[in-house]
């Protein structure tokens, strides 16, 4: 998601660890103001907000990105620290120590546009992704079955975990401002010209070129 250089995390990885083996959903729904709970562990909706808003500055100062909408950086946020934190809870069983290495904020595009918080934010999500990588690579293939695992998602996400995939949960509570953000909301990709018409309350990155896909 984020960038240093064409920086690739370990996050898309991760959630697909979590999601290949299906997940502990627990049937009660995490505190209020929080977006999702791994073992204790809580990543906050304030803190979500914010790293949504870092990863936005983020795509904006990239000159290769594209843009996305909003929901969907948002929903891939949730997923990566979903996927991360299982990792983590499970080398904490294991007994193994992950350490990430120093964030070097000249490597990440936008990040002084960002303010102090989602600087803050950013940080943690990465060094987060990075201890998740280790752990990832220590299990080899002895994946976590995330299944024994407490794991809460707010139903305000419309997200759970069906048949070992990130799904919707069909009882979506937020309310889409337009068609074109329905549409964002449906799709993970969405083409140039759903982009451009995209609110910019709803667009992630630069607001592409309408027509750039068909060549102007």
Excluded: H, K
Excluded at 101 to 111: A, H, N, S, T, Y
Excluded at 176 to 192: F, M
Aim: aromatic letters at 4%.
């Amino acid at each position: 998601m984020f960038r240093t250089r064409r920086l690739v995390s370990a996050s898309a990885a991760l959630a697909a660890a979590v999601s290949l083996a299906g997940c502990g959903l627990t049937e009660d729904v995490p505190r209020p103001g929080v977006a999702a709970e791994v073992e204790g562990t809580t990543l906050s909706l304030v803190d979500l907000e914010d790293l949504l808003d870092a990863a936005c500055i983020n795509a904006s100062a990239m000159e290769d990105a594209s843009a996305s909408s909003r929901d969907a950086t948002q929903l891939s946020l949730l997923q990566q620290w979903i996927g991360s934190s299982v990792l983590l809870a499970y080398a904490d069983e294991q007994g193994w120590e992950t350490v990430a290495p120093d964030l070097d904020e000249r490597q990440i595009p936008g990040w002084d546009e960002m303010d102090t918080r989602q600087q803050e934010v950013l940080g943690d999500y990465l060094a987060r992704q990075q201890r998740a990588e280790q752990a990832l690579q220590a299990a080899g293939d002895d994946v976590p079955d995330p299944a024994g695992f407490e794991v809460e998602i707010n139903p305000v996400f419309d997200l759970t975990i069906t048949d070992g995939a990130f799904a919707p949960a069909d009882d979506q509570l937020s309310v889409a401002v337009s068609d074109e953000a329905v549409a964002a909301s449906e799709q993970t990709e969405l083409s140039d010209e759903q982009l451009a018409a995209l609110p910019d309350s709803q667009l992630c990155g630069t607001r592409p070129e309408p027509g750039a896909a068909l060549g102007g």
